[in-house]
Every structure is written in structure tokens, then in C-alpha cells.
């Protein structure tokens, strides 16, 4: 069994003003909401739904309403990050995989075989192509993570993170003690992804390039307005 856990519990600072404060997952991205239509592929493919909530919450489960997914809530969502909202869904780290990822970022169905069928122990999505425009960069070297940050140098970094990451078999136990560490060491304002980079150099982190599939994550209304701009060109096909 595959489940999703998907982190939706923050405010969306960079973008709130323009959106009404609504939830960035919430928009309308076309005849359906950002969450819907990514809760809707994964359920698509037999994929267990988690989604950690905390600001606006009803809207985020209104906009689902109908659908079998499992709610998890970060009441501290003002002051923490999605490290402390995975926290709260931890007692759903073991299984055979997991898909890890953060709700307002809009991606396409044919992106989840990608990942779904990725035998390694611990993937995360990069895009190659962005880099000159990215936000958080990243440089690979031989398949995994050497290098990483917002402010990681433009001329060594190779690819941009996607928002997405998949960890699988025994790794996952591992992966859960790092959160548990993390936690009792008060880094409640920490990335989930901070787990994975604690972890570089001593094992790899692997990467999968999606250069040439669309993606946005939803940071600035410019990223939306790209999204509406693909489903519009989309639908008139």
C-alpha cells in the first residue's frame, strides 16, 4: 500500500494579500481546486490520502468534501513549519511507500508513474530546467544530493526541488527517527525536507529530473498565473 501525506497546514505569507488569505491549495486552478485535483490522482491510483491542515482548515476540507481522505491538524501552524505538521501525522510512517509533498504545488498526472515507480529507497523530484529562475536549488551530482539551499550558488547549482519526494522500505523507519530527533530538538520551524538533508553526505539522496514536465509551486501569484495559463491550454485541446 502507497500512501500520500500531503503538508497544507501553513499561511502562505508571500502570497496571502493577493489570494484573500485564502489557502493556496484551495485556488481554483479551472473547474476544480489545486488540492482536489491533486487528491483525486492519487486516490486514482489506490493511494492512501493524508493531509496535515492548520490555517483555514474547513476550506481546505470543504474543497475535498466527498472524498476519502484522512485529516491530521497542526493547531500550531502560526509558529511552526511543515517539519512540526508531518509530526503530527507520524503515525503514518510506516508502510511499504510513502509520497511526501507540499499541497500548493500543482503537478500532472503523468508525473506520479515517475515516482511511483522509482525502485530507490529515497527520491526527490528535481527540475533541470529551472534553474536560472528556481527558488530552492539544488546540486546533483551522480543521481543524488551533494548540495542545497535558496541561496545555493546559481553557477554550481544544477536543478531546481520540485516539492515532491517518495521514501519506501526500511528507509522509512529511518526517516521517522530523524523526525523524532528533530523534534525533541526543538527544530519545530524546520522543512520536512530537513530530515533528508540531515542526512547528506552520509547516505545518498536520491533525485529524479522531471525536465519537461510541467510543475509550479505556488509562492507568488506569478506561479498561479502560469498554472492557469497550462490548464488553459490543456482544456483547449
Given at each position: 500500500m502507497t500512501k500520500a501525506i500531503l503538508m497544507a497546514a501553513g499561511r502562505g505569507t508571500r502570497i496571502s494579500r493577493e489570494i484573500d488569505g485564502n489557502c493556496k491549495c484551495t485556488l481554483d486552478i479551472g473547474g476544480t481546486t489545486l488540492i482536489r485535483h491533486t487528491v483525486q490522482m492519487l486516490l486514482d491510483h489506490g493511494i492512501e490520502v493524508h493531509i496535515v491542515?492548520?490555517?483555514n482548515k474547513e476550506l481546505i476540507i470543504n474543497a475535498l468534501k466527498g472524498l476519502p481522505v484522512n485529516y491530521h491538524v497542526n493547531y500550531f501552524y502560526l509558529v511552526t513549519n511543515s517539519l512540526s505538521s508531518l509530526w503530527f501525522a507520524k503515525e503514518q510512517l510506516h508502510g511499504d511507500s510513502i509520497i511526501l509533498g507540499n499541497a500548493d504545488v500543482f503537478w500532472e498526472k503523468n508525473l506520479l508513474p515517475l515516482l511511483l515507480e522509482d525502485p530507490r529507497d529515497c527520491v526527490m523530484l528535481c527540475d533541470s530546467s529551472r534553474v536560472e529562475q528556481g527558488d530552492y536549488l539544488f546540486r546533483v551530482e551522480n543521481g543524488a544530493v551533494r548540495e542545497f539551499g535558496k541561496g545555493l550558488d546559481k553557477n554550481i547549482a544544477n536543478c531546481e526541488y520540485v516539492g515532491l519526494a517518495k521514501i519506501q522500505g526500511p528507509f522509512i523507519r529511518e526517516f521517522k527517527s530523524e523526525l523524532e530527533y528533530m523534534i525533541e530538538a526543538q527544530r519545530h520551524n524546520a522543512w520536512w525536507e530537513q530530515i533528508l538533508y540531515n542526512m547528506i553526505p552520509a547516505r545518498n539522496i536520491w533525485t529524479s529530473d522531471i525536465s519537461?514536465?510541467?510543475?509550479?509551486?505556488?509562492?507568488?501569484?506569478?506561479?498561479?498565473?502560469?498554472?492557469?495559463?497550462?490548464?488553459?491550454?490543456?482544456?483547449?485541446?
Open positions: 491542515v492548520g490555517y519537461g514536465h510541467f510543475w509550479a509551486e505556488i509562492d507568488y501569484i506569478e506561479d498561479y498565473q502560469r498554472i492557469l495559463e497550462y490548464r488553459e491550454r490543456k482544456l483547449v485541446k
